[in-house]
Protein backbone atom coordinates (compact mmCIF):
# COMPACT_ATOMS: atom_id res chain seq x y z
CA UNK A 1 0.00 0.00 0.00
CA UNK A 2 1.49 3.36 -1.00
CA UNK A 3 1.54 6.24 1.24
CA UNK A 4 4.07 5.31 3.73
CA UNK A 5 5.96 8.24 5.72
CA UNK A 6 4.62 11.72 6.36
CA UNK A 7 2.92 12.41 8.99
CA UNK A 8 3.59 16.30 9.59
CA UNK A 9 5.11 15.71 12.78
CA UNK A 10 3.53 12.86 14.45
CA UNK A 11 4.82 9.85 15.46
CA UNK A 12 2.33 7.31 14.36
CA UNK A 13 -0.12 7.43 11.40
CA UNK A 14 -3.74 8.78 11.44
CA UNK A 15 -6.18 6.59 8.50
CA UNK A 16 -9.26 7.06 7.85
CA UNK A 17 -11.97 4.74 7.48
CA UNK A 18 -15.08 5.94 5.30
CA UNK A 19 -17.20 4.04 3.39
CA UNK A 20 -21.19 3.81 3.08
CA UNK A 21 -23.07 2.65 6.44
CA UNK A 22 -22.95 -0.89 6.60
CA UNK A 23 -20.10 -1.61 4.64
CA UNK A 24 -17.94 -2.19 7.78
CA UNK A 25 -16.32 0.81 9.35
CA UNK A 26 -16.60 0.03 12.68
CA UNK A 27 -15.82 -3.04 12.77
CA UNK A 28 -13.13 -2.89 10.70
CA UNK A 29 -11.90 0.39 12.61
CA UNK A 30 -12.15 -1.24 16.23
CA UNK A 31 -10.41 -4.53 15.24
CA UNK A 32 -7.81 -2.64 13.88
CA UNK A 33 -7.48 -0.71 16.72
CA UNK A 34 -7.26 -3.72 19.39
CA UNK A 35 -3.99 -5.26 17.11
CA UNK A 36 -1.94 -2.01 16.19
CA UNK A 37 -3.39 -0.05 19.80
CA UNK A 38 -4.43 3.14 18.16
CA UNK A 39 -7.49 5.23 19.21
CA UNK A 40 -10.60 4.28 17.17
CA UNK A 41 -12.78 7.34 16.84
CA UNK A 42 -16.24 6.93 15.86
CA UNK A 43 -17.02 10.48 14.60
CA UNK A 44 -20.83 9.52 14.57
CA UNK A 45 -20.65 8.60 18.46
CA UNK A 46 -19.10 11.93 18.96
CA UNK A 47 -20.85 14.05 17.42
CA UNK A 48 -24.38 12.25 19.22
CA UNK A 49 -21.85 12.26 23.02
CA UNK A 50 -20.85 15.64 22.26
CA UNK A 51 -23.64 17.37 20.69
CA UNK A 52 -21.92 18.60 17.46
CA UNK A 53 -24.75 19.19 15.50
CA UNK A 54 -27.73 21.43 14.47
CA UNK A 55 -30.33 19.19 15.36
CA UNK A 56 -32.23 15.95 13.28
CA UNK A 57 -32.83 15.13 9.97
CA UNK A 58 -36.28 13.72 9.94
CA UNK A 59 -36.03 12.80 5.97
CA UNK A 60 -32.96 10.81 6.67
CA UNK A 61 -33.37 9.77 10.20
CA UNK A 62 -30.14 11.56 11.54
CA UNK A 63 -28.46 14.06 13.19
CA UNK A 64 -27.26 17.23 10.63
CA UNK A 65 -23.43 17.24 11.92
CA UNK A 66 -21.43 20.49 12.54
CA UNK A 67 -18.14 20.15 10.92
CA UNK A 68 -16.91 22.65 11.73
CA UNK A 69 -17.54 21.75 15.62
CA UNK A 70 -16.26 17.96 14.72
CA UNK A 71 -12.69 19.06 13.39
CA UNK A 72 -11.91 21.45 16.34
CA UNK A 73 -12.95 18.76 18.58
CA UNK A 74 -10.40 16.63 17.14
CA UNK A 75 -7.84 18.88 16.11
CA UNK A 76 -5.59 18.09 19.23
CA UNK A 77 -6.12 14.56 18.92
CA UNK A 78 -5.14 14.25 14.99
CA UNK A 79 -2.07 16.49 15.62
CA UNK A 80 -0.60 14.22 17.76
CA UNK A 81 -1.47 11.11 15.57
CA UNK A 82 -2.53 7.32 16.50
CA UNK A 83 -5.72 7.17 15.14
CA UNK A 84 -8.61 6.06 13.31
CA UNK A 85 -11.07 7.91 12.02
CA UNK A 86 -14.38 6.26 11.19
CA UNK A 87 -16.86 8.07 9.34
CA UNK A 88 -19.13 7.87 5.84
CA UNK A 89 -17.73 11.27 4.64
CA UNK A 90 -14.32 12.30 3.87
CA UNK A 91 -14.58 16.20 2.64
CA UNK A 92 -14.59 18.06 5.24
CA UNK A 93 -11.68 16.59 7.06
CA UNK A 94 -8.31 18.84 6.74
CA UNK A 95 -6.51 16.66 3.76
CA UNK A 96 -3.12 17.17 6.21
CA UNK A 97 -4.71 15.23 9.36
CA UNK A 98 -4.61 11.83 7.24
CA UNK A 99 -1.85 9.35 6.57
CA UNK A 100 -3.96 6.62 4.81
CA UNK A 101 -7.60 6.72 3.74
CA UNK A 102 -9.65 3.75 3.63
CA UNK A 103 -12.84 3.23 1.40
CA UNK A 104 -14.57 0.24 2.72
CA UNK A 105 -16.91 -1.29 -0.41
CA UNK A 106 -19.67 -4.05 -0.04
CA UNK A 107 -21.65 -5.53 -3.15
CA UNK A 108 -25.70 -4.16 -3.29
CA UNK A 109 -27.25 -7.31 -2.15
CA UNK A 110 -25.40 -7.52 0.95
CA UNK A 111 -25.43 -4.09 1.77
CA UNK A 112 -29.51 -3.66 1.38
CA UNK A 113 -29.48 -7.12 3.40
CA UNK A 114 -27.19 -5.01 6.26
CA UNK A 115 -29.15 -2.40 6.26
CA UNK A 116 -32.70 -3.61 6.32
CA UNK A 117 -31.86 -6.16 9.14
CA UNK A 118 -30.59 -2.27 10.76
CA UNK A 119 -34.02 -0.83 10.47
CA UNK A 120 -33.15 1.47 7.65
CA UNK A 121 -36.09 1.50 4.88
CA UNK A 122 -37.44 4.51 2.92
CA UNK A 123 -35.02 7.29 1.65
CA UNK A 124 -32.54 6.63 3.99
CA UNK A 125 -32.33 3.22 2.24
CA UNK A 126 -32.41 4.14 -1.08
CA UNK A 127 -30.02 6.87 -0.78
CA UNK A 128 -27.08 4.65 1.23
CA UNK A 129 -27.52 1.93 -1.73
CA UNK A 130 -27.47 4.52 -4.23
CA UNK A 131 -24.22 5.86 -2.56
CA UNK A 132 -22.51 2.48 -2.67
CA UNK A 133 -23.68 1.90 -6.62
CA UNK A 134 -22.32 5.30 -7.25
CA UNK A 135 -18.84 4.94 -5.23
CA UNK A 136 -20.07 7.93 -3.56
CA UNK A 137 -17.45 8.06 -1.06
CA UNK A 138 -14.28 6.58 -3.27
CA UNK A 139 -15.21 9.48 -6.00
CA UNK A 140 -15.05 12.27 -2.67
CA UNK A 141 -12.03 10.31 -1.01
CA UNK A 142 -9.99 10.99 -4.73
CA UNK A 143 -11.16 14.31 -4.84
CA UNK A 144 -10.18 15.39 -1.04
CA UNK A 145 -7.27 13.47 -0.51
CA UNK A 146 -4.04 12.38 -2.41
CA UNK A 147 -4.07 9.65 -4.81
CA UNK A 148 -1.76 7.42 -4.04
CA UNK A 149 -2.91 7.56 -0.07
CA UNK A 150 -6.87 6.17 -0.79
CA UNK A 151 -7.19 2.10 -0.83
CA UNK A 152 -10.39 0.81 -1.49
CA UNK A 153 -11.06 -2.36 0.32
CA UNK A 154 -13.86 -4.94 -0.28
CA UNK A 155 -15.82 -5.64 2.93
CA UNK A 156 -18.51 -8.14 1.82
CA UNK A 157 -17.72 -11.08 4.67
CA UNK A 158 -15.76 -11.98 7.68
CA UNK A 159 -12.79 -13.02 5.99
CA UNK A 160 -12.89 -9.58 4.11
CA UNK A 161 -12.40 -8.26 7.44
CA UNK A 162 -9.89 -10.18 8.69
CA UNK A 163 -7.81 -9.82 5.68
CA UNK A 164 -8.19 -6.07 5.81
CA UNK A 165 -7.53 -5.39 9.12
CA UNK A 166 -4.47 -7.51 8.62
CA UNK A 167 -3.31 -5.96 5.77
CA UNK A 168 -3.81 -2.23 7.63
CA UNK A 169 -2.02 -3.55 10.93
CA UNK A 170 1.05 -4.51 8.77
CA UNK A 171 0.98 -1.16 7.03
CA UNK A 172 0.32 0.47 10.73
CA UNK A 173 3.40 -1.10 11.82
CA UNK A 174 5.85 -0.57 8.95
CA UNK A 175 4.48 3.51 8.99
CA UNK A 176 7.37 5.77 9.78
CA UNK A 177 7.43 9.82 10.05
CA UNK A 178 9.72 11.80 7.48
CA UNK A 179 11.82 13.06 9.18
CA UNK A 180 12.80 16.80 8.29
CA UNK A 181 16.43 17.42 8.23
N1 LIG B 1 -17.24 -7.59 5.77
C1 LIG B 1 -18.30 -7.95 6.52
N2 LIG B 1 -18.71 -9.23 6.54
C2 LIG B 1 -19.77 -9.61 7.27
N3 LIG B 1 -20.51 -8.77 8.03
C3 LIG B 1 -20.15 -7.48 8.06
C4 LIG B 1 -19.03 -7.01 7.30
N4 LIG B 1 -18.90 -5.68 7.52
C5 LIG B 1 -19.89 -5.35 8.37
N5 LIG B 1 -20.64 -6.42 8.68
C6 LIG B 1 -21.82 -6.41 9.54
O1 LIG B 1 -22.66 -5.37 9.05
C7 LIG B 1 -23.17 -4.59 10.12
C8 LIG B 1 -22.70 -3.14 9.96
O2 LIG B 1 -21.30 -3.09 10.23
P1 LIG B 1 -20.62 -1.78 10.81
O3 LIG B 1 -19.21 -2.13 11.12
O4 LIG B 1 -21.46 -1.20 11.90
O5 LIG B 1 -20.68 -0.82 9.51
P2 LIG B 1 -20.51 0.77 9.41
O6 LIG B 1 -19.68 1.21 10.59
O7 LIG B 1 -19.80 0.97 8.10
O8 LIG B 1 -21.89 1.35 9.39
C9 LIG B 1 -22.71 -5.25 11.41
O9 LIG B 1 -23.72 -6.12 11.83
C10 LIG B 1 -21.48 -6.03 10.97
O10 LIG B 1 -21.27 -7.17 11.76
Redesign the pocket.
Known amino acids: MAGDGGGGGRTRPNILVT????????????LLAEATRLRHI?V?DLVRAKGLHDGWDDEFDCHIINEDLVCDELEDMMEEGGNIV?Y?GCDFFPERWFDSVVV?Q?DNS?LHD?LT??GYMGPKLTNNIECEIFQVLLEEAKASYAEDIVVAL????????SR?VATLTEWVNNWRPVRSS
Open positions: GTPGTGKSTTSSNGDHLTIRSRQSNSVEDIN
